[in-house]
Structures are given as structure tokens and as C-alpha cells.
């Protein structure tokens, strides 16, 4: 099997550790790390010298929509939206994804190996979403996780989308009471299926919808809730607590305002996208603050670009400009790396350099919030993925 050698790096491991040394790569992942790693690697390893260089795990987008709205096309390449229903949860991201699609190209020259992309916000249950890696050629092969979460929306988009059709929702209360009925029908779908076990008579027919809800009810996947007003964050989270399900807060624009209460409730919070204007209403409020904020409360905080909103390469200036507005800097790593990894289920294989883990480095040229800093080499699963960088490589 095909090994890789780091040596010579700076390598921040964002469990704590941070040590000038080397990473031993084997197939796909990481099989070693230290101080001196050299005499122990056969003579055909290939060697990367990241001598001068800050190597950090890969980056984690826990929010977007690389993939499934292509940008180059209008309604081509647009597929993240079913809106001819306002409650679709038998949507599968999966099955829109174009790996040729040019962002995961722009995520990688960005140091973004990992995403969270699936359904937008135009339904008030829009389909599950995936966690996949940034290179492949077959959607199935990059996947990492799925379904990763079921997305939910509130506030102005539901609304806005059937209002104009005449249509239930036409305000936030109407949004509310779909997402609770459509939760209620799972339960009693649960029901039946457990009466049917020992009465064949009482099985219902396969209702892939409810199938899908059934995963959030058992709690084997969270409901990812677009929010950005408090009062929607708010609603997300009672009805989470009423049907006792798993939440991540999407967008949580407004989370500032109520950060104690978010701390205290424990759910945690996918921040973005920033580097935007204030395209609605509800993001008047819109602040590089509020992760800091956040994030000092005690809660655990990731940073999205909502790509295509925000450019995905971009992920790593929106968090150094987050820090501009007074996030700690760990803090902000964190944001894009492990936390992200943790909110999004996957933290056993990516968002921290340890053994056993998925080989997904980046080698910098220096600190990713500095304006000027490159990824010199961009690793996924083992394999360099950058053409320019490859080229480099010393085999030995």
C-alpha cells in the first residue's frame, strides 16, 4: 500500500497538540505522527517537505450547497429546491450532486476537503442532506455520511415561496404546524410498524417520507433548521424539545441576541453566510460577531459559506474575519475543522490530524487567516489533490 511522508512541517493537530515533526500517510489514512518518523518509512515512501509550513487538517464547509446548485447554470444545473411541495423529507441530496460541478474544484484550492451540502430553504421539509469529501468522480465514493440530517426551514423563505402560490405556509405559524404534523405522522408511522410486528395485518404500506422522518424521531440523524430571526431559532428549538429531537441551527443569524439561552440549551450552531449583504430582512442584524459571541457562551460553533452565497473558497477569510470581530483564533479553527466535524457526525474520520483518521491535509504556506497564505498541498484520502502541488512531490 501506497505511504506518504510530511516531514518537516509545523502540524496542528486541533486536539491540542502542536509539534514541528512529521505525518506518516498509508493508503487513506494517517498511520503515524511525531518528532521523527523517518528511519521508519521503506525507501519507496513518497516525501512531501513542508519545511516553513503550517499543516492543518483539511477544512469542513458544514453548510452548503456545492454540488446541487450549480453556479454556472440557472436552471440546469439548479436542483436543491422541490418546491412544488411544502414538505418533501423523501428528497435525497445524494441524487442531485454533480461531482464535476466547479465548487468542489474552488473548495480545494481553498483547503476544503469536506462539506455538508444537500436541500435548500424553499420547503419547510426539504430532504436529507450528505457529509462528502471534495474530490472523486462518483458521488457514492465521496460520501462520508448520508443521510447527515434532515433539512427544516422557517422564516421568510417558506413563506415567501407558497405564499405566492396561495398555499399553506403563508406565514411562520403555518411553517410551524407542517414541520409538527409531519413529525406527529412519523410517530404514529412508528407505531404502526411496531404493531405490525406482531400483527402482519396492521404493517402500513412504505411511505418513503415518513421513512426518512422516522430517522429523526429515533434520533439517527439531527434536523438541520435554517433560522435566522431569534423567534425562528426559538420555534426550532420547541419543537425540537416537544418530539425530543436532534437539532443543528443553520444560519442562527440572530444567535447573538439570545446566546446565554442557546449555551444553556445545548444545541449547536452552523454560523453564516457572513460575507454577504443584507439580502432580506431577516439578516439586518447580520454581524462577523456573533460566532465569537457564541462561541465565548459555550456554544459549540461551526462557520458556513452557504456556497454559492459565499464563494466556498472563502471559508477560511470568513473565519479570519470573524476573528477581525473578535473571535479567538483557536476558536475559529475550530469552527472549521473539528467542530464542524463533531456537529455534522463524522469527527471519527475527519476534522483533526490523529491515527486512524482519514488522511484529509492541508500544508500552508503560513496561517490560513493571513490574506496571503496558499495551500502549497491539498491531501484527501491519501492522494494529493491539487495538480501543481502533485508535481512536486518527492518520491524517494
Keep these: ?21 512529521n505525518i506518516l500517510i498509508e493508503g487513506t489514512k494517517i498511520v503515524a505522527l511525531g518528532e521523527d518518523l523517518e528511519q521508519e518509512v521503506p525507501a519507496d515512501t513518497v516525501i512531501i517537505d513542508a519545511l516553513g509550513c503550517l499543516v492543518l487538517p483539511g477544512f469542513i464547509d458544514a453548510h452548503c450547497h456545492v454540488g446541487i446548485g450549480e453556479e454556472i447554470y440557472r436552471w440546469e444545473g439548479e436542483d436543491f429546491n422541490e418546491m412544488t411541495d411544502p414538505v418533501t423529507p423523501d428528497m435525497r441530496a445524494i441524487d442531485g450532486i454533480n461531482p464535476e460541478d466547479e465548487g468542489f474544484r474552488d473548495a480545494r484550492m481553498g483547503g476544503v476537503t469536506a462539506v455538508f451540502t444537500g436541500p435548500g430553504s424553499g420547503n419547510v421539509i426539504g430532504g436529507t442532506g450528505v457529509v462528502m469529501k471534495t474530490a472523486g468522480k462518483i458521488v457514492d465514493k465521496m460520501i462520508v455520511r448520508d443521510p ?21 405556509p403563508m406565514t411562520r405559524m403555518g411553517t410551524a404546524a407542517l414541520l409538527r404534523q409531519a413529525l406527529v405522522d412519523a410517530q404514529v408511522y412508528r407505531d404502526k410498524l411496531e404493531e405490525g410486528k406482531t400483527d402482519p395485518d396492521k404493517i402500513p404500506e412504505r411511505d418513503l417520507g415518513l421513512e426518512t422522518l422516522l430517522l429523526v424521531i429515533n434520533r439517527q440523524i439531527p434536523l438541520r433548521a435554517h433560522a435566522h430571526r431569534a423567534d425562528d431559532i426559538m420555534t426550532a428549538i420547541r419543537i425540537a424539545r416537544e418530539f425530543d429531537v436532534d437539532l443543528v441551527l443553520e444560519h442562527c443569524t440572530d444567535g447573538h441576541k439570545i446566546a446565554e439561552e442557546l449555551a444553556e440549551l445545548g444545541y449547536p450552531a452552523v454560523i453564516g453566510p457572513l460575507l454577504t449583504n443584507r439580502s432580506k430582512v431577516e439578516l439586518k442584524d447580520k454581524s462577523f460577531r456573533t460566532p465569537g459571541i457564541l462561541a465565548r457562551a459555550g456554544v459549540k460553533v461551526a462557520i458556513m459559506t452557504d456556497h454559492s452565497v459565499t464563494p466556498i473558497e472563502q471559508l477560511p477569510l470568513c473565519a479570519a474575519l470573524a476573528c477581525k470581530a473578535g473571535m ?12 464542524s466535524a463533531e456537529i455534522l457526525g463524522v469527527s471519527d474520520r475527519i476534522g483533526s490530524l490523529e491515527v486512524g483518521k482519514d488522511a484529509d491535509i492541508v500544508i500552508w504556506s503560513e496561517h490560513p487567516f493571513i490574506l496571503t497564505a496558499r495551500p502549497l498541498y491539498v491531501i484527501i484520502d491519501g492522494k494529493v489533490v491539487n495538480p501543481e502541488a502533485e508535481e512536486d512531490a518527492i518520491s524517494q
Design 1 to 21: 500500500m501506497k505511504k506518504l511522508l510530511i516531514k518537516n512541517g509545523q502540524i496542528k493537530t486541533m486536539t491540542g497538540r502542536e509539534f514541528a515533526g
Design 148 to 168: 447527515a440530517g434532515l433539512k427544516v426551514a422557517f422564516g421568510e423563505n417558506p413563506k415567501q415561496v407558497y405564499g405566492e402560490q396561495k398555499k399553506m
Design 328 to 339: 479567538d483564533i483557536e476558536d475559529a479553527l475550530r469552527a472549521i475543522t473539528i467542530n
